[in-house]
């Protein structure tokens, strides 16, 4: 890891998922198991939240479909600041079963692509991506890097309606 790559520690350990490596390492053995054959996704929308209420569910899905090298999350801007889609290009989640790098080459190829901004401190507030990232990055799921991407609905106040049409904020990929 470059000393220079900024680092996204630990935030929501002790609220959202377990504290300590040995005890995230148990329930991760316990809920994901290594698929070597079977279908490959294409794509899974997975629950966040504690470990103790999606952990068994996102285990379940995990195990039953093997996953590409490389996954992209999205995840919801639970505090709608910042703009409507953002991105963090580069740098390296440390956790406590071990660091996950982001792909920076395609997170660069995605924010360019996408329109997207790159805004790490969004992120930085938010658990959905801290509470996924173990179970998707268990080294027998062979995941080894995943980028993060953070994307907020409409937000707007209370009892406002939105009349904007909707703009789609994906790349169109051919």
Known sequence: MNVEEPVRKPQFAGRFLPVEAEEQ??????????????????????PHGPWSDIGPLVGAALSSTRLEEVVVLLAPNH?????????????????????????????????????????PEVLGREHAIEVLLPLLSRPSRGCRS??????TSRCRPRGESDTRSPTPWWPAVA
Do not use: Q
């Open 146 to 151: 995943c980028l993060s991407s953070c994307t």
């Open 79 to 119: 505090l709608c600041r910042g703009p409507r889609a953002t991105i963090v290009s580069e740098g390296t989640f440390v956790l406590p079963t071990g660091n996950v790098p982001i792909d920076n080459a395609l997170a660069e190829s995605l924010r360019a692509l996408g329109g997207l901004t790159e805004l």
């Open 25 to 46: 390492r148990g329930l991760l053995e316990g809920w994901v198991t290594p698929v070597s054959s079977g279908p490959r996704a294409a794509g899974l929308v997975l």
